[in-house]
């Protein structure tokens, strides 16, 4: 993390409370949202917030996701809604001497926006390679190509990367100066997200064999 | 899950794409919750959409979330903006044997409604033990106890669960018939929230113990 920045914070974007945990640079920015698989999608029908979760990928200074073109979500926001588009990760529970400061450690992106659809066929196709290849680099290769239908009925929306900022909190509690003197146990639980034990589809092929791609990874 | 509706599905809450993933039982939506840590929380300023990650709890059929007194999200929230609360866990990726069939197995609560600020004393300290006890039970009497000006300065919101609907998929890939006879390797990759070894502070008196309450769990 550095103090560059590289997205001017704006009213939306700024850190309020606790603003050192604020980040404007593009380097903290694109390692917090390429370090999730989740984004939560926030927009806004009749005056009503809604936050749909959905899988989603960077390339560059633009996020995207994707969906069915019948799906409300990518309409209303293809329609022109506001997005705000948040990756959040938990790191840690961090426990204090009380339950005051007791909080969490956590890496989150808020991006705002507004998203389109991506029209051109062979953008799409490739954007959807790159979502594929982020995760599981090489399967796209493996797989019964893309068809013409398939291409049609999946929408992608892409996002620039413009008014956004990272907020951070690491390391161990703090707690007020006289309650270090109390025999209280204070420290950080770290969380992680893992991925275990491949489970083979019953219908495999005799004989098909696990691609690499699938080893066990921490994210 | 079962096929019980105790939230009646509305305009906003019932899953229109897939509808066989959607539930409307109490078990169901309660247990998502539970099993989550960090809610995204949507709101809207000025038209435009919001999303803070938060952590949560829920007692009975009402969640709670807090923050600071100062925080812009829940003086926007408790000055009467409508709220969704959505909590997401991501069980797996669904790996298939053509790219649009790749998936990933979920569990999600979205929840619509008005929040309201927790304004009796007796109540919040309460509601905040509720926070405490759900993650670390017995963790809230070691703990050096709340004084009268943290409680002021922490704000609790409560928000019935009326309005919600949970949307879930499990279960290995669904393929195009003609693909079973691929030789791609398909199936499921799990994914986890694991908790790792405990990290002492600093700062602890020489001879505290680890309490149990640490214990890693898979959640």
Redesign the interface.
Known sequence: MTDTVDFPPTK?TKV??LPYRGHYDRATVHAILDAG??A?????ID???????T?FWRHEDRVYWH??S???MLETIEGG??????V?H?D??V??????H?S?N?R?V?A?GMAHKVTDEAEKLQS?KDF?DR??PG??E?????NKQ?LK??MVLKMDLKECSAKVRTG??V?DDE???????????????????????????P?????DH?NPKI?
Chains 1, 2 share one sequence.
């Open positions: 939306k309020k409370r698989v989740i939560h999608v926030g927009y806004v005056g009503h917030p809604y936050v749909t979760p899988s969906g069915s019948a799906s409300r809604s506001p997005v705000c588009l948040t959040s938990l840690g529970f426990m204090a001497r009380s339950g005051f007791h969490v956590y989150a808020m705002f959807l594929s995760l599981f399967r796209w493996m797989l019964r190509p893309v398939e009925a999946t161990p509690p707690d309650d270090y003197a109390l025999p209280i146990w204070a420290g950080v639980l770290p969380v992680k997200m893992v991925t275990g034990e491949p489970v083979d589809d019953p219908r495999n092929l004989g098909v064999k696990r691609p699938l994210w």
